[in-house]
């Protein structure tokens, strides 16, 4: 990601393909100084109407200043690696949701003023379809405020398909960069208890009772054939970090690191009921996981639903599974939002206050969709974890449009080809005196430890963090845990110390589809 919260700006003229409205790039690399160059991270393009967003905060009765900015309006532009300050297009196969597309850079650019991701039916790397996942990992981040985008989604209301998304997550996880994502994602965590620890049990594997059947409440986890509560590795760089280990830092006055991760916070995943026409998923994703993924609402004030478009919002039935705890809600779309019905933009956004006493709210056109407040997901005496606070990780941007039986029924004999999803702007706003953008802030740097650890950030083929590099291993060390002990061996796998590791990782990419590097 862009580092722009740097001591001084380095300008360097933008090229052709590179910064057009947004501004340019320093002389890393990376995006203008927020502090010496304001006007760098917003396009000329947006309204003067657009630089104030009013009715923010809780009480609707405060007025944010944008700080960040893309109008999309220059036709043509490129995403390709090197060709703009702020967007990275991906070359690779998401293999963690097992997706039909290939993600391709040629299927993202501008066109009539909006951003556009194309699917299409097109033969590529042994997959049948083509399509494009857009991210700012490395290039922009932000911490807190208020994000919206307007956006025409793809398709027909009632044919379902189109994965479509536009989500953020903590700058140590790439998205599909396995490596980078295990034992990162979706944990949001600084407490030093059992949940930083595989499956969310004690060292001996024992622990409460709630572990072992809770995640039966859920319907999600019968393809797992379990009870279980988590299968998630631990988290990886947490709070009970031995000191020395291998850590982004930074520590606690006492001593102990702070917990760090890859959270995941979604703007919306769109899906499609071929009866009751379309909807937004609208989510954070937590780990290490309450007891049956059960959301806290013992006072009625840890969560609040709105209505949108005369229909209420719900809480979403899918709680969780044994990989993810999902704060989620419903809300039903306007069918004029999709291409074949009506090419509509819509504006969708999220406003969320990091931290233990934080929140989220998801906003569509202008209405308060729903709000989690962090009491939400206080600490879970029944699963024995402490509090998950609302993501305080620098956060970046994620646009795609996916096909995936992953995220509900895939109707091919009525899905149309191409599909587009169309994003007429991005905008950022943050309070007065609570602005914080860019991927390597004091408080939760990022720079040091992606530069250390480069390869598994620009290798999709690298799948989990140990294991062996043949076989899609990272092939590093898991930092030890001193709840498993800091006098240990090292191993190159999650968990307490066992006999021979293993030779081979995990869901390893390459032995299904040949996966290239961004930089191949």
């Keep these: 990601m862009g580092y722009p919260l740097m001591t001084r700006f380095y300008f360097t003229r933008p090229g052709n393909k590179g910064g057009f409205n947004v501004g340019g790039t320093n002389a890393s690399g990376m995006i203008p100084d927020l502090a010496s160059l304001v006007t760098g991270l917003i396009d000329?393009?947006?309204?003067?109407?657009?630089?104030i967003s009013t009715k923010r905060g809780l009480n609707d009765d405060e007025e944010w200043n944008l700080v960040f900015s893309d109008e999309f309006n220059t036709n043509g532009r490129?995403?390709?690696?090197?060709?703009?300050?702020?967007?990275?297009?991906?070359?690779?196969?998401?293999?963690?949701?097992?997706?039909?597309?290939w993600y391709d850079p040629a299927a993202i650019t501008t066109k009539d003023g909006a951003?556009?991701?194309?699917?299409?039916?097109?033969?590529?790397?042994?997959?049948?379809?083509?399509?494009?996942?857009?991210?700012s990992w490395n290039q922009f981040c932000f911490t807190g405020g208020y994000m919206e985008a307007a956006v025409v989604l793809p398709g027909d209301p009632h044919v379902s398909g189109w994965w479509p998304a536009i989500w953020?997550?903590?700058?140590?996880?790439?998205?599909?960069?396995?490596?980078?994502?295990?034992?990162m994602w979706p944990y949001a965590y600084d407490t030093c208890d059992r949940g930083t620890l595989m499956n969310?049990?004690?060292?001996?594997?024992?622990?409460?009772?709630?572990?072992?059947?809770?995640?039966?409440?859920?319907?999600?986890?019968?393809?797992?054939?379990?009870?279980?509560?988590?299968?998630?590795?631990?988290?990886?760089?947490?709070?009970?970090?031995?000191?020395?280990?291998?850590?982004?830092?930074?520590?606690?006055?006492?001593?102990?690191?702070?917990?760090?991760?890859?959270?995941?916070?979604?703007?919306?995943?769109?899906?499609?009921?071929?009866?009751?026409?379309?909807?937004?998923?609208?989510?954070?994703?937590?780990?290490?996981?309450?007891?049956?993924?059960?959301?806290?609402?013992?006072?009625?004030?840890?969560?609040?639903?709105?209505?949108?478009?005369?229909?209420?919002?719900?809480?979403?039935?899918?709680?969780?599974?044994?990989?993810?705890?999902?704060?989620?809600?419903?809300?039903?779309?306007?069918?004029?939002?999709?291409?074949?019905?009506?090419?509509?933009?819509?504006?969708?956004?999220i406003e969320y206050e990091p931290g233990p006493d934080g929140y989220i709210s998801w906003w569509i056109d202008g209405n308060r969709a729903w709000t989690i407040h962090a009491a939400a997901m206080a600490p879970d005496?029944?699963?024995?974890?402490?509090?998950?606070?609302?993501?305080?990780e620098p956060m970046y941007i994620i646009m795609n449009?996916?096909?995936?039986?992953?995220?509900?029924?895939?109707?091919?004999?009525?899905?149309?080809?191409?599909?587009?999803?169309?994003?007429?702007?991005?905008?950022?706003?943050?309070?007065?005196?609570?602005?914080?953008?860019?991927?390597?802030?004091?408080?939760?740097?990022?720079?040091?430890?992606?530069?250390?650890?480069?390869?598994?950030?620009?290798?999709?083929?690298?799948?989990?963090?140990?294991g062996y590099q043949e076989v899609g291993g990272y092939g590093q060390v898991w930092p030890k845990n001193r709840l498993y002990g800091c006098n240990e061996e090292p191993r190159n796998y999650a968990g307490p110390l066992r006999g021979g590791g293993y030779d081979e990782a995990p869901a390893s990419a390459s032995k299904n589809i040949p996966i290239e590097s961004d930089n191949n």
């Design 44 to 51: 000329v393009d947006t309204p003067q109407e657009a630089r």
């Design 78 to 101: 490129s995403f390709y690696p090197g060709d703009d300050p702020f967007w990275e297009a991906h070359n690779l196969w998401a293999h963690g949701t097992v997706d039909y597309e």
């Design 168 to 183: 953020t997550m903590g700058n140590l996880g790439r998205a599909n960069y396995g490596a980078t994502t295990d034992g």
């Design 381 to 392: 005496e029944e699963a024995g974890v402490g509090p998950r606070p609302i993501p305080e």
């Design 401 to 466: 449009l996916a096909i995936s039986r992953g995220f509900g029924y895939v109707n091919w004999d009525k899905l149309t080809f191409p599909a587009h999803l169309k994003v007429d702007y991005i905008r950022l706003y943050q309070a007065p005196g609570k602005e914080n953008v860019g991927c390597d802030p004091k408080k939760f740097p990022t720079k040091d430890y992606i530069d250390r650890h480069i390869l598994a950030y620009t290798n999709p083929n690298l799948t989990v963090w140990g």
């Design 200 to 349: 969310q049990t004690d060292p001996d594997g024992s622990g409460p009772r709630s572990v072992f059947v809770t995640g039966a409440e859920t319907g999600f986890n019968k393809i797992y054939h379990t009870s279980s509560l988590s299968w998630a590795p631990g988290q990886k760089l947490s709070s009970c970090t031995c000191d020395g280990e291998d850590h982004p830092g930074p520590k606690k006055a006492g001593g102990d690191y702070v917990g760090r991760s890859a959270p995941e916070i979604d703007l919306f995943e769109a899906q499609v009921d071929a009866n009751t026409g379309g909807s937004l998923s609208l989510s954070g994703q937590w780990m290490p996981a309450s007891a049956g993924y059960r959301l806290k609402n013992g006072t009625g004030k840890e969560y609040d639903l709105f209505n949108i478009h005369g229909k209420d919002v719900t809480i979403n039935s899918y709680r969780g599974n044994v990989y993810q705890m999902s704060a989620s809600a419903i809300a039903h779309t306007d069918p004029d939002t999709y291409e074949l019905t009506g090419n509509k933009f819509a504006v969708f956004g």
């Design 115 to 135: 951003l556009v991701i194309t699917a299409s039916e097109q033969a590529l790397k042994n997959l049948n379809f083509r399509s494009g996942q857009l991210t």
